[in-house]
């Protein structure tokens, strides 16, 4: 009983902190306080403006960007804050937490890159006045060069999916992920649904015994990624990343190397009565280790702490034409000290 009642409280506490995450992010600023004690009205008369160095890029390639905050005077606005955000497939390199305030001339520099081949979106926002946002778009061209694997660091995704300049990234997707916690490999290949919280250490006792020690599962994280295939062609995967926002609680950003999948195989066409091909892809997120856990790709212990974080997966195929397939999913994971006495 009172480890059912530690699991109610830590699934609670993630529940009401997730809604929270929801709400925010549902903000458009009306109401916000500016923080520069001006009284600025964006809303009322103030503009705003963004204006990017280069929109049409090659992967792994950035430009610069410029944001000018004016008062109804044409003046410049000093030290309010904007933020900014991309869409999956752009990188926001500068700020990579996405807010900054203005400088004396109510101007605010940043850089993004092209992470992914397609056509993304970007935008920046004033913290009052639902009215003021400006979005760019980005055009990143292929291929992808050998090797790269991202923009260490960087920050943004949180705009969702773009649109890849291939049909086929529109037609193939992540539709599901699942992490398995529990140390049966094999869940992750069958029906199990998992769930999306991360054990970081080994500390319940599954016995009521006050003189034997029982302790609880405590395994490698395995990722179960369900793809759909809408297209005429398979496309087989075999590479997984993933970034992680906040990897120790405290706002560290991971950015994973790519590596293999545990199961790299073709996900089917479309089928003829219409359904797509569908496929559970498998990897690893962590290992264990003396102390505890490591996400994969990282080399310091996972704190003991609770704590959520925005995890974008990233994976990586060829389709039986030959063409590079690269498809996202990003997902809130919960860290932290989870019961796995039941399993």
Do not use: H
Not at 29 to 39: K, L
Not at 152 to 181: C, H, K, Q, T, W
């Amino acid at each position: 009983m009172k480890m059912n009642r530690i699991r109610f409280l830590a699934s609670l506490s993630v529940t009401v902190i997730a809604a929270t995450l929801v709400a925010c992010s549902g903000n458009t600023g009306g109401g916000e306080d500016n923080g520069n004690g001006t009284g600025f009205d964006p809303g009322d008369a103030g503009s705003l403006s963004f204006t990017l160095n280069d929109a049409d890029m090659q992967v792994s390639e950035s430009t610069g960007f410029i944001v000018a905050v004016k008062d109804a005077s044409g003046n410049p606005v000093p030290d309010i804050r904007i933020t900014c955000d991309t869409e999956v497939g752009l990188a926001l390199i500068e700020p990579n937490d996405g807010s900054q305030v203005t400088d004396g001339g109510g101007l605010m520099s940043g850089r993004l890159g092209c992470e992914q081949i397609g056509s993304f979106r970007v935008g920046c926002r004033l913290p009052v006045g639902a009215g003021r946002r400006e979005f760019a778009t980005v055009s990143c061209r292929g291929p992808i060069p050998n090797g790269f694997s991202g923009f260490p660091n960087a920050g943004g995704g949180g705009l969702g999916g773009g649109s890849g300049e291939d049909p086929l990234n529109d037609d193939v997707r992540v539709v599901g992920i699942s992490l398995f916690d529990f140390g049966n490999v094999e869940s992750g290949f069958g029906s199990g649904t998992g769930d999306l919280q991360i054990d970081t250490n080994r500390i319940f006792d599954c016995d009521d015994s006050a003189t034997t020690i029982t302790p609880e599962d405590f395994f490698d994280t395995v990722i179960g990624i369900d793809v759909e295939n809408f297209a005429a062609q398979a496309v087989n995967f075999s590479k997984l990343s993933f970034r992680v926002a906040n990897s120790d609680g405290a706002g560290t950003q991971l950015n994973s190397a790519e590596f293999a999948l545990i199961n790299s195989d073709e996900v089917p066409g479309q089928k003829s009565d219409g359904s797509p091909g569908t496929k559970r892809f498998i990897g690893f997120m962590t290992k264990v280790v003396s102390g505890g856990k490591e996400l994969v790709g990282a080399s310091s212990v996972l704190p003991s702490d609770n704590w959520i974080s925005n995890v974008t997966f990233r994976l990586t195929g060829v389709s039986t034409s030959g063409d590079e397939v690269t498809i996202t999913k990003r997902v809130a994971i919960a860290f932290g000290t989870y019961d796995r006495c039941d399993g």
